[in-house]
């Protein structure tokens, strides 16, 4: 982009040279550096700075690709981001926008990682429905893990607080190196086979990706999901994830967790214990409380012949009383109805001199009403019919005016509409006559 040197330029006309220049002169790229400033924004975009020991840079990374990230990142986390650089117009600030981002050195582990994850996952062995339940109270555990691995002292203490006496038994592997991952598979198949335990834990202590890798290996992942024996993975710290977590029927956060979800609290279980004798002990009491009180309910209910024989005659007695009171109440209730519906024909026969005196009356205004409206009747007809004569056009004729019609008959108001010799009807009030038209006028 040519910019003339002597031309003044706005803020925002340099800015945007400057990005065009940025982003013109540098592809895609990765770029390396330590995260800090992290920033979750509630759209879901994140900003952050990217730096190393000399410099930092500004980055964001969009919801549209952040969503993508099966990780959260963190400050302090070293990661590897593929961005374009370019200039935030608006504040002059020179950013990356990012595309995709790892956690740095994974590289080629981290790709191989995820591309075994898709196609193990892709198989179904991730799936719930395949994993199963731990049993509750384990005769014998299995581990799979190095003699010299401090997290199979961890799961020791930890079964031993939890549960002494367990029988365990010790399937030893080496948990990293070359060949690590076939020698770790063959201990699960061997386990399998001696059908020697009812759990298995298959552990080892934190690392880096490198030293936890021989639990991402395909031959791993395949030996725990054709285990016959209930898998519980405890590989790495809390926040490790290996294929190894996804395949077992149990993922333990550490190898003492997994020992932990193994096993039964030995003092966890002394209490259930201890509740359970306790209900017991009330339940009993309570079914022995309420079997003595229905034996002093059916005591009491026990009585002798002759006091049962009297409390019937008694009975009976007030029975016989209640039903003569009954009686009598019904006939005096019966005497009262009687009386009133006597009252009620009374009030109810009629007074036929009166109805005669109304009837006649109503005859009368009857007969007034009828001559009234006769009257009205006659006095309107003779007011239409004087109204009527004066619409009358023979009443007009007599007054000296005349009706004139040409031959179709039509009647005619204006000369100018006649013609010299055309005939014309004219009809008097008494009479008509056939005329010819001579001449016309308008006055």
Sequence with gaps: MMIDKNRVLSVRELNNAAKQLIEGGLPLLWVRGEISNFVSAASGHWYFSLKDEQAQVRCVMFRHKSQYLDWQPRNGTQVEVLALATLYEARGEFQLTLEQMRPAG?????E????????????????ETRKRTLPFFPAQIGIVTSPQAAALRDVLTTLARRMPGLAVVLYPTPVQGEGAAQKIAQAIHVANA??????????????SIEDLWAFNEEVVARAIASSRIPVVSGVGHETDFTIADFVADLRAATPTAAAQAATPNRQEL??????????????????????????????????????????????????????????????????WR??????????????????GRRHAELGRRLQDAMQRTLERHDQRLVAVGQ?????????????????????????????????????????????????????????
């Excluded at 009993?284 to 012949?305: I, K």
């Excluded at 009620?344 to 036929?352: G, H, K």
């Design 106 to 110: 994974l590289g080629a582990l981290y």
């Design 112 to 127: 191989a990682f995820e591309k075994l994850k898709r196609k193990l996952e892709g198989e179904g062995l991730f799936a």
């Design 194 to 207: 001696r059908k020697e335990c009812e759990v298995l834990i298959v552990c080892r202590g934190g690392g």
């Design 270 to 335: 002394a209490q259930t214990l201890q509740q359970f004798e306790q209900r017991m002990a009330r339940a009993v009491l309570r079914q022995l409380e309420r079997a003595m009180q229905q034996l002093d309910y059916l005591q009491r209910r026990l009585v002798h012949p002759a006091q049962r024989t009297q409390q019937q005659m008694q009975h009976l007695n007030q029975l016989q009383q209640r039903l003569q009171s009954a009686l009598l109440h019904a006939l005096q209730n019966q005497r």
């Design 338 to 355: 009687w009386q009133a519906l006597q009252q009620s024909l009374r009030a109810a026969r009629p007074d036929l001199v009166q109805l």
């Design 387 to 443: 109204h009527l004569l004066h619409l009358d056009p023979n009443q007009v004729l007599a007054r000296g005016y005349s009706m004139v019609r040409d031959e179709r008959g039509a009647i005619v108001t204006d000369s100018a509409t006649l013609q010299a010799g055309v005939r014309l009807d004219v009809t008097f009030a008494q009479g008509w006559a056939k005329v010819e038209v001579r001449e016309k006028g308008k006055d």
